[in-house]
T-cell receptor, first 115, second 113 residues
Framework: GAVVSQHPSWVICKSGTSVKIECRSL??????MFWYRQFPKKSLMLMAT?????????EQGVEKDKFLINHASLTLSTLTVTSAHPEDSSFYIC???????????FGAGTRLSVL | DQQVKQNSPSLSVQEGRISILNCDYT??????FLWYKKYPAEGPTFLIS?????DKNEDGRFTVFLNKSAKHLSLHIVPSQPGDSAVYFC????????????FGQGTRLTINP
C-alpha cells in the first residue's frame, strides 16, 4: 500500500517551453500532496503544498506563476514548470500524505534538464 | 536556519555491525520525527517514525531513539546489510495535523562487505 507514482521520470526540454509532471497516489486518496526540489547532494526543499480542490500553498521564494500546481482530484496533482530555463534543471519529487499521521510517501522523482 | 541537522555527511560501517545515524533539531515544537532512505535518482522511502511521547520505536532491524531534552534522535540499524547503503534523511513536523516536513541534509551510509 501507499504507492505514489510520478511521471515522467526524466524529461529534457528546450529553454522557454513548459513541462508538466504528474503525481498520482495509486492505492489511496490524498487530499494533500507536496512538491519538492532537490539539488545535487542537498536536502529536499519543499516548494509547495498541494490541496485537493483549492489553491496550492507556496513556500517563500518559490514563484507560483512559474511553478503551476493543480490538484484536481484526490489521486492526482500536477506541477507545470512554465517557460523553463536552464536554472530550473533539477530533481523534482512529489509526495502524498496518508491518513492522519504525518507520513509522506514519495514518488520516484523527475529529472528535468532544460537545454 | 537549519532546523533539522545531520552533521555527518557520510558514514561507513562493516557488514553485520551496527549503523548509527544521528540527527539534531532546534525547534522545540517538533513532535513527530521520521527517517527516510533514499537511493540515487529515486524518491525517499519511509522507514520508521516516532512520536514525541515515546523515546524508542522498533521495527525489525531499525530502531529510532528520541532524546527530547537533548533535541536529538538516532536511527540504529542492526545488523547492517549491503542493501542498506543509501542516503538517510531525518525529518520532523510540529503540531497535530501538521503537514510540512522539515528535512535534514542527509547522511550517506556505506556498508562494506
Amino acid at each position: 500500500g501507499a504507492v505514489v507514482s510520478q511521471h515522467p521520470s526524466w524529461v529534457i526540454c528546450k529553454s522557454g517551453t513548459s513541462v508538466k509532471i504528474e503525481c498520482r497516489s495509486l492505492d489511496f486518496q490524498a487530499t494533500t500532496m507536496f512538491w519538492y526540489r532537490q539539488f545535487p547532494k542537498k536536502s529536499l526543499m519543499l516548494m509547495a503544498t498541494s490541496n485537493e480542490g483549492s489553491k496550492a500553498t507556496y513556500e517563500q521564494g518559490v514563484e507560483k506563476d512559474k511553478f503551476l500546481i493543480n490538484h484536481a482530484s484526490l489521486t492526482l496533482s500536477t506541477l507545470t514548470v512554465t517557460s523553463a530555463h536552464p536554472e530550473d534543471s533539477s530533481f523534482y519529487i512529489c509526495s502524498a500524505r496518508l491518513g492522519t499521521k504525518n507520513i509522506q510517501y514519495f514518488g520516484a522523482g523527475t529529472r528535468l534538464s532544460v537545454l | 536556519d537549519q532546523q533539522v541537522k545531520q552533521n555527518s555527511p557520510s558514514l561507513s560501517v562493516q557488514e553485520g555491525r551496527i549503523s548509527i545515524l544521528n540527527c539534531d533539531y532546534t525547534n522545540s515544537m517538533f513532535d513527530y520525527f521520521l527517517w527516510y532512505k533514499k537511493y540515487p535518482a529515486e524518491g525517499p522511502t519511509f522507514l520508521i517514525s516516532i512520536s514525541s511521547i515515546k523515546d524508542k520505536n522498533e521495527d525489525g532491524r531499525f530502531t529510532v531513539f528520541l532524546n527530547k531534552s537533548a533535541k536529538h534522535l538516532s536511527l540504529h540499524i542492526v545488523p547492517s546489510q549491503p542493501g542498506d547503503s543509501a542516503v538517510y534523511f531525518c525529518a520532523a513536523s510540529a503540531g497535530q495535523g501538521a503537514q510540512k516536513l522539515v528535512f535534514g541534509q542527509g547522511t550517506r551510509l556505506t556498508i562494506n562487505p
